[in-house]
């Protein structure tokens, strides 16, 4: 496991060294969504009885901040490396493909939590929350900050230069974050949004990981996990069969 570990320490330490771009900037950014949402909408939209907006908006940011965070480490780690050239240096070691896979997405879900709990604690002060089911939180964080690790990794290894990656973030993991519920319940749409927003899989991470604070939820948690977990092991066999085959990274 010593090339695991050195792996990992080199993906913590490259986030780490630079804080203030990758921990602080993301908790500001959640900071000024909460403040403008929050004082626009509060008077106006309550989703669940007795849960006023802005604790509502809490966990769909916190969310948000840990996929995205998770997303950009992974990705931008591996695009980083090939276009530098210093991937071969990792392609020489004796690590396996499990290895790899391990080390960066396990780096990426530790700077989505810092992030996510960043943003947790600074929104304490202007919420009050409630934390029914502690367990769902945990789980879905997990998962969720897993799977979008794991996504980064997909969109690093086929991306070869950084507008090829911004086009993945920006048409692709931005809209599919915004558009599953972390600002509004889905069950206000109209039925052709609401059954594209049932097939966006970061809806179930956001609506499961809101449910362990206030105990509701547009679909029930069992479901959102089980569905979930079936996308974190699709695009986990895609990224390790990826790694196995060198693809983009071998040349």
């Known amino acids: 496991m010593t090339g695991f570990r ?40 309550q989703v669940f009885p007795g849960v006023s907006y802005t604790a509502f908006l809490v966990p769909g940011l916190v969310m948000m901040s840990v996929l995205q965070n998770a997303f950009a480490n992974s990705s931008s780690s591996l695009i980083q490396s ?6 071969v240096f990792i392609l020489l070691t004796p690590l396996s493909h499990w290895e790899m896979f391990s080390a960066y997405v396990l ?8 992030v996510g709990l960043g943003v947790l604690m600074i929104t304490l002060w202007f919420a009050k929350l409630s934390f029914v089911a502690p367990l769902w939180i945990i789980v879905f964080a997990l998962l969720g900050a897993a799977i979008l690790g794991t996504m980064g990794l997909i969109a690093g290894i086929w991306a070869e230069k950084f507008d090829q990656l911004a086009a993945f973030q920006n048409f692709l993991i931005v809209p599919a974050t915004f558009l599953a519920g972390v600002f509004y319940s889905v069950h206000s749409l109209p039925p052709f949004w609401l059954a594209i927003s049932h097939a966006n899989p970061f809806f179930y991470m956001i609506d499961g990981f809101r449910y362990g604070f206030f105990g509701h939820s547009d679909v029930a948690p069992l479901t959102s996990l089980a569905i979930v977990l079936v996308f974190f092991i699709v695009l986990s066999s895609i990224a390790v069969t990826l790694l196995k085959r060198g693809y983009k990274l071998r040349h």
């Open 82 to 87: 090939k276009i530098t050239g210093n991937l």
């Open 6 to 45: 050195t792996l990992l320490y080199k993906e913590l330490l490259r986030f780490w060294k630079v804080a203030t771009q990758t921990l602080t900037a993301p908790i500001v950014t959640a900071m000024l969504y909460l403040l403008i949402f929050g004082h626009v909408l509060e008077a106006h939209v």
């Open 107 to 114: 780096a990426a879900m530790i700077r989505g939590f810092m």
